[in-house]
Structure formats: structure tokens, C-alpha cells
């Protein structure tokens, strides 16, 4: 007999057993059959009687519907068959006796099917309680710092774009402390203390960046000597360079603003003798060797260029002193006049040389955002 006849004998060759075969078929009726025998019994599905009768169209008395096949009462697990009355979830399923892969009944106080999986979004921990009895309600201190009428103030809770000391609010009926309250709208900071003050200054050529000169030079404490506060600029200018300074009695801020980790982006226009070449241009963006160390410009741009002049806008995060004067000394062009018209979001814009104004409420907001505050 050939191999091919062989693979389809009932008791020879590495082919396998046929289907419709007799006692040692794969899933015969008798006990050597891979999942009949021992495991199962003789009943069919529902009684002793095979699924179609004594000798099914697909093989002998003991072929799937007979014995003990996959359908029978007992089947891979005792009790109740895969299609029976009681199924996986059942007391009796594929697997041992008594269970299957569902449990016999849920556990307590667990429904029956799935377990429900957690909300997403759905915080951890409840908010902390920013709420302060003997306080002011919020809409009333927004109104109060300049963000509107208290019904609109109430809109901005309600819409969930108030935040008091890192927690959304979103309820009217919330109080707070304004002396202590950290407040952002929108994700800027408000000022709520009506005593801190910020001034922006435009500082004229000749005058020295400090509020008091022993040699006695034009100093900036002259052009703030009509305000109340007791202010202290923050950052410097050199007498030969003119344009935004500010002042603040805020010392928080000034710290932040002051602070290494805290750079603020600074916008100079620059005015140098000749034409400068474009090659100019690289070695700012890439880095110049000073001796205090490289310095690179965020920005370059030439703003205009005549014969003997070229005006150039620079944007610099580094305070070191006399930065850009150095830069362009060490390529080669020294600077003429140097103003500067931008610290952060806040703009020189027309301020005349010598006066001041008080930052808006969004312009200090995001100064003070963009510090961390």
C-alpha cells in the first residue's frame, strides 16, 4: 500500500486517523479518543441517544453527536456541554468540573458579564477646597482687576477659565483671599494687589540705569521722582544705549524676571557702520566666541542698509553686560546707536525718551506667565 493510501488507513503511516473511523478515531466515542472516553461518558447532548441517530452521515455510532463529542452533556467539562443550558458563564463549562472559563455566579457586588472599567479623565484624588469663608466671591475680584462687568466675570467661572492657586473653578458661589490668591484667567496671571506696579521706561542716551549716582550723572530714580512707590529696574541699560527699561515694587517679579532659568527674550535695533555682509548673519545665529563664553542670537534681521550704515534687529535671551556691543565688535562692526524695543511681550512701542506707562493688564499678565508666575 502506498504512503498516500497509508495516511488515509485507519491504523498505519504518519497520516492521520480518518474522521469517520471507529473506536481509536481522533474523536471517536470509547475512551482512547483525544477528548472522549474517560473525560466525557457515553450520554449524548441531551441523553444517551447520538445527535442524529445511531450512525450519523459523517462516521459510526461514536462520531462527533455520539459518546462523548464536543457537544455532549459531558463534554470537556462535566455537567453541561458548550451549547447547553448552562455555558461558559455556567456552573459547569469547557473546563474542570464545576467551571467553565465564565464563573459560576458573579462576585459580591460585581454585576454579572464584564467589570466596568474606570472613567477616563476622572481625577484620582478629589480638588482641593479653595474656598475662603470670610473672603471676596471671585467674580467680584475679577471685576475689580479690569476683566469686565461681574456678570461677564461670572461668564469666565461658568466657562471654566478661572483657575485660584492651580484648581479650575467653575462655581460662583466661591471666595477668596485676593492678598493671598494666586489668579489666572485663560491661563495668565492677574495682579490683584492694586499696590505692586509696573512701569515701562523709555531711557534716554546719557542717562545710567541705576536709581542712585554717586557721581552725581543723570540717573533713571530722576524720571520716576513723581511716583509714590519705591521702585528698582529690572536689568540694565548702558549711558550710551536707550530704550525699554521696566521698573517694578514688585519683587517677586523682579526676582523672576532677574533669575538665569527665567531668560526673557529681548529685541534690539542696532545701527552699524557700513554694510554688513550676509555671512554676518551665521556666525550670529550659530554662536560668537566671546571671553565670557558663546553667545547666539535667536534672531537676525536686516532692517535697512544705505551706503555708509546698515540697521540690523537683533533678539537676544542672554543679560550678560554690553552683549550686543560685543558681537558686533568681535565681527567687525561697532555700534553706532543702540535702542532696545522689546522685553517679552512687552513693547517700547511710541513711549517718548524720558516717560513712562503703566503695563496693561495684559501685557503684565503675560510677562508674568512667561516667568512662571
Do not use: W
Amino acid at each position: 500500500m502506498s504512503s498516500k493510501d497509508g495516511r488515509r488507513s485507519g491504523d498505519g503511516g504518519r497520516g492521520r486517523t480518518p474522521r469517520d473511523g471507529a473506536g481509536d478515531a481522533r474523536r471517536g466515542g470509547n475512551g482512547d479518543a483525544r477528548r472522549g472516553g474517560p473525560r466525557g461518558g457515553d450520554g449524548a447532548r441531551t441523553g444517551g441517544a447520538p445527535r442524529r441517530g445511531g450512525s450519523s452521515a459523517q462516521g459510526s455510532s461514536a462520531g462527533r453527536s455520539a459518546g462523548d463529542g464536543r457537544e455532549q452533556g459531558a463534554g470537556r467539562g462535566q455537567g453541561a456541554g458548550r451549547t447547553t443550558g448552562a455555558g461558559r458563564g455556567a456552573a459547569a463549562g469547557r473546563g474542570r468540573p464545576g467551571s467553565g472559563r465564565g464563573t459560576a455566579a458573579p462576585r459580591a457586588g460585581q454585576a454579572a458579564g464584564r467589570p466596568r472599567r474606570p472613567v477616563r479623565g476622572q481625577p484620582s484624588e478629589p480638588q482641593r477646597d479653595v474656598h475662603v469663608e470670610d473672603g471676596v466671591r471671585l467674580q467680584k475680584v475679577l471685576a475689580s482687576a479690569g476683566l469686565g462687568s461681574r456678570r461677564a466675570c461670572e461668564e469666565l467661572i461658568s466657562q471654566g477659565r478661572v483657575e485660584v492657586d492651580g484648581v479650575r473653578v467653575t462655581e460662583l458661589g466661591v471666595r477668596i483671599d485676593p492678598e493671598r490668591a494666586v489668579v489666572h484667567v485663560d491661563g495668565m496671571r492677574l495682579q490683584l494687589d492694586s499696590s505692586r506696579v509696573t512701569l515701562a521706561l523709555n531711557k534716554p542716551r546719557g542717562v545710567v540705569s541705576t536709581m542712585h549716582d554717586p557721581e552725581g550723572r543723570p540717573s533713571i530714580a530722576d524720571l520716576v521722582a513723581d511716583r509714590p512707590e519705591r521702585l528698582f529696574h529690572v536689568g540694565r541699560l548702558d549711558a550710551d544705549s536707550e530704550g525699554l527699561l521696566l521698573l517694578t515694587n514688585d519683587g517677586e517679579l523682579a526676582n523672576h524676571l532677574a533669575h538665569p532659568s527665567h531668560e526673557v527674550a529681548k529685541t534690539y535695533l542696532v545701527t552699524v557702520r557700513g554694510k554688513v555682509p550676509g555671512n554676518v548673519a551665521n556666525k550670529f545665529l550659530h554662536g560668537i566666541e566671546l571671553e565670557d563664553g558663546v553667545v547666539r542670537a535667536d534672531a537676525y534681521r536686516v532692517v535697512d542698509q544705505v551706503a555708509d550704515q546698515t540697521m540690523i534687529e537683533v533678539v537676544l535671551h542672554s543679560g550678560r553686560n554690553r552683549v550686543v556691543r560685543r558681537m558686533f565688535e568681535e565681527v567687525g562692526f561697532p555700534v553706532t546707536r543702540l535702542v532696545r524695543t522689546r522685553i517679552g511681550p512687552v513693547a517700547l512701542g511710541n513711549l517718548r525718551p524720558g516717560t513712562t506707562r503703566v503695563l496693561g493688564r495684559t501685557e503684565l499678565g503675560s510677562l508674568m506667565a512667561g516667568v512662571g508666575l
